[in-house]
């Protein structure tokens, strides 16, 4: 199986950890992802909050490379590119006008043709299928599942999954042997693109993500964004200095989870470039787990 | 009240334009507060969301100067909870975009968003200079920008450490075009990208 | 040679002001047939009737138009005046020159010309209208009445005492509805069940009413005075004349843990049952999806303790058939129910409820006994945050509408609450306060005065739960939008009013209109607030939008007094605006030719056949007939009729042509009559 895929810019540099976790998974499950020819950033907050056009012209001509590359679908790990890429794609099915001067600014009659598929849509629909029965040494762990804002939401454009509580990262840590707790803080934000501009902000907003995590119980809590990961992890310091209190809690990439759970290195998925240390508890004798070189169980990876 | 707040609706409001440029009926809210009370940063903002929209249906010169002065507007994440809850189905999100960009046009955003909009800057120049984002390099500049140098000093070497930084930037085939985008799109109001 | 008068109206200003009315009477006047034309400016008043009557007597009309209004407005006053000068009123029509043209276009020479095209083609009509007879019809003096709510019961009363019989048929296995699930009622406290329980027991005593609790209506048919209806009784399982309602079945069931739909969920009940101690009739029912028996074949408990056999495991639903003269509807209304608030925790978090679900924990005779107590628990809860709006005014919901009651229940609920449980919270999130009543703005004062409820003006955006408290994130938009976060032990949602389960169905069943929520629809918004479209169906309570008590019960004895005033008379004058087949002479007969499309097509099963015999009984033809009484006059038929053998009285396709033609060919109206 052959699909397009998006990295996005931060899975090239500060999240080189998903990167490596995606296509490792994808290459367990078989899966070839073929990267959209020569892409561009997506623009992220900072084009869509400072200029309109340049806001859609720039996930438009990514979507241009893909089109033109014939991509009927693309796989896009990045919460925040998901969401550039989505709303854009919207927008201009919605109104003819736009599509064609977004087309005239980025020099392709764009038709909008690939579909756009975020990573828990891509880990359910192809990777899943694909491994269950293979699950080598279940993550067997109680997580917190962070979807942040920008999977579920503008819900009326993605229509993905419910609004509130969403339900399909739990399902997936289920499946690969997972105990997802029950929490509140589940699309709460945490703090975005604030993270280098107001750091002390995105200390409080996602200190309550992981203060709800720990109250509950989690070990660890379970991310599909980059920017959520990097807010949640290397702003651990100004995260602590909000709460006023140490958290050991790891975030980890849901992608870094399955491919534990498909007994790949840990090293291959990345998890030691983690600012907070990939640490479990040791498991009570006897619950351990089929697999001996069971990675999750071996203290710090 | 002033015959200027509470304007008249014909003569051209910032609601008004709102309405014409996004399509988003200011004049909808009823103040029910609910964007309000589920904004993570309702109470970092000087305005939270429904009171903008309640100066913006009042009107007038006074108070659309101080909405498009406001911090409320750039502290705005775009975390879409405002939207997704509110009963009439107005799309806070995409007016608050609007109103960013007319700040930028007209020369009044807030000096409390300084930063956030320094970093806004950085990062787009890195994607005009290199078609992605050159993350080293936004760091660097904004510092530049904002004098915060000191600013994430300790992380610098860990990230690098850990595999996390890429000092040399990667420069995409298209940028030519991507230049274009920029000059192109920076006629058309908000920033001038250029 | 038809003699007709037209009459143009200038209805003050509404018509003259935009419409030249002298210009319309001169253009009228000289229509071939019109022998007198004037314009007036009320045509309505006395003089302007008496105008009509002595053109009438003076000129010998055969036929009067008046240009003016609507004809659901002023018909009848016209024909009465023109029955009273000797002619039959079905000889006068109205032009509309108003709804259809002076309110709806500019003042100018096309308006008056389109006001003269009007005219001209009511006159075209009139030439050609016949002296009708209205149809008398009989009227069955019995009313039907659907639900066993307060207004259900307030109807029935009234209707009874009246004289009339009245057929009760209430889909639960008692009366009482919603009301008997109350605490207490606002803006008095008195008790809900003790102002409500001695009507219960008078409808089950009286002599004129029958009473069918646990049943629905299988079909409907018929007219105003005259439909047929189909009752299902359920089986109840009981024999009930064996029954004493002694309530040990109910002690033994072994199937006790089924929610209680009469605790809204908050208690349970045995799966034989009375849904609540005061129930009418206070006889048990088994419910046959949750009973062992019947899901398993075996148990019958309740049988062997049954100390009058009154058990029936074989009962089944019965088929009562009834003729009734009127129908009123008081089917009520429900609560929004399940997970669609999921930022609330509604249905997820047990301490989220509904306020009828408070209703009950208040209540008496409730799962607590009248004790605050939160349902995971059973703890008292010392901070409760009441949500007004919760899904009214609401759009993204899909409920634009308010639900007009939760203001002063809320008020009430958070009241109650400061009474039972000393030093507790009570906040009470609201967008405004809508006490419109009497006595209502001065209970919600109280609320807040007396009772010291705080209010919040804002909306809340989120309730979730965090080591056992409900944290309310809202806003308070009388403090700049600042927000607020509450911890709270209980979190009581004023769910929105919708319409009830299955209105939609019962509604195309007895032909009667609804609105995009499914509340039935009222015949006009403001002066016939308890009619339906339907001629002899009427309205009461919640079933037609959101009501208070107060509201139900004056809806009900409006619609009883409609009922009484149908009832009044032994017979109804109806319209004879009915098809007819033709007949003429042998060897034909009829130029229908007994294909009966037109019998499939009525929707009212007004065709009959008819056998056309010679004098010593030998059939010549089979004929369709329109039974008068059954016939509503909608045309279908007419438009079906291959042969063109059917026609509608007073609106003949002869008629109708007339009226296009007079349109199409202004220059050479027709004459020759």
Known sequence: MKLGFYPGCSLEGSSREYNESVMAVAAGAGIELEPVPDWNCCGATAAHNMNRELGLSLPARILAKAEAAGMK????????CYSRLKVTRHELLEDEELRRRISAIIEYDLRCEPEIINVLQFLDSRVMPAIEGRIKSPFDRRVACYYGCLLVRPHKILKFDRLEDPRSMD???????????????????????????????????????????????????????????????????????AMNRKYDMPAIFITQAVGLAMGIDPAKLGLNRHMVPVKFRERPAGKVPAGPESPAAAGEV | MSTDAHHDKATASLAGAILEQTGVPVDKCYQCGKCSAGCPLAADMDYPPSLILRMLQAGGPELEEKVLRSYTIWVCLTCETCYSRCPMEID????????R???????MTSPRAKDIIRFHRSFLDSIKYTGRLYEVGLVVDYKARSMHLLQDVKLAPKMYFKGKLNLIPETIKGLPLIRRIFSRSSKAGGEDAR | MSRIGVFICHCGENIGATVDCEKVAAAAAKIPGVVHSVDYKYMCSDPGQNMIKEAIREKNLTGVVVGACSPRMHEPTFRRACEEAGLNPFLCEMANIREHCSWVHEKGDPTTEKAIDLVRVIVEKVRRNKPLVP????????????????????????????????????????????MSQLSETFPTLDCSQCILTPRMVEVARHANITLHTYSEIESIEGFIGNFKVKIRKKARSIDMKACTGCGLCSQKCPTRKIPSEFDAGLGTRPAIYVPFPQAVPNKPVIDRLNCTYYLKGKCRLCEKVCPTQAIRFDQEDEIVEADIGAVVLATGFEIKHGDFFPEYGFGKFKDVIDGMQFERLASASGPTLGEIRRPSDGKKPETVVFIACAGSRDPAKGIEYCSKICCMYTAKHAMLYRHKVHGGNAYIFYMDIRAGGKMYEEFVRRAIEEDGVKYVRGRVSRVYEREGKLIVQGADTLLGAQPVEIEADMVVLATA???????????????????????????????????????????????????????????????????????????LTREPVIAVVNRSA??????????????????????????????????????????????????????????????????????????????????EPDAGI
């Not at chain 1, 690969?176 to 280098?196: N, Q, R, Y």
Request: glycine letters at 10%.
């Open chain 1, 171 to 241: 399902e997936i840590i289920r499946r690969i042997g997972g105990d997802p707790i029950d929490w509140a803080f589940k699309t709460e934000c945490c703090g975005a693109g604030l993270s280098v501009s107001k750091t002390e902000l995105v200390g409080r907003l996602s200190g309550r993500i992981l203060e709800d995590a720990r109250i509950r119980g989690a070990e660890a809590v379970i991310v599909a964004c980059p920017m959520c990961h990097s807010n949640l992890d290397l702003r651990r310091g100004a995260i602590e200095k």
């Open chain 3, 586 to 667: 042998p060897p034909l007969y009829s130029t229908c030719v007994g294909c009966f499309l037109c019998q499939a097509a009525c929707p009212y099963q007004a065709i009959e056949r008819e056998e056309i015999r010679t004098r010593d009984g030998k059939l010549i033809k089979t004929v369709a007939k329109v039974n008068p009484g059954l016939c509503q006059g909608c045309g279908t038929c007419v438009a079906v009729c291959r042969t063109k053998a059917i026609d509608l009285q007073g609106f003949s396709n002869e008629q109708v042509f007339a009226e296009v033609m007079a349109l199409l060919d202004r220059s």
């Open chain 2, 92 to 99: 806070i999100p995409v007016m608050m975009d609007y109103l």
């Open chain 3, 497 to 571: 009013a919708v319409a009830n389960d299955g209105a939609e169905e019962l509604a195309q069943k007895m032909h009667v209109s609804y609105d995009a929520h499914k509340f039935f629809a009222e015949a006009h918004p403001k002066l016939k607030p308890v009619e339906t479209n339907t001629a002899g169906i009427f309205l009461a309570g919640a079933c037609q939008a959101p009501k208070d008590i107060p509201e139900s019960v004056a809806q009900a004895s409006g619609a009883a007094s409609k009922v009484g005033a149908l009832f009044s008379q032994d017979e």
């Open chain 3, 135 to 178: 149809i008398k019809v009989p009227v069955t003096k019995t009313a039907l009445v659907l639900g066993g709510g307060i207004a259900g019961i307030q109807a029935a009363l009234d209707i009874a005492n009246a004289g009339h019989k009245v057929i009760m048929v209430e889909r639960s296995p008692s009366i009482g509805g919603h």
């Open chain 1, 73 to 80: 679908e693309i796989v896009v790990p990045c919460a925040a």
């Open chain 2, 101 to 107: 960009h007319e700040s930028l046009r007209l020369g």
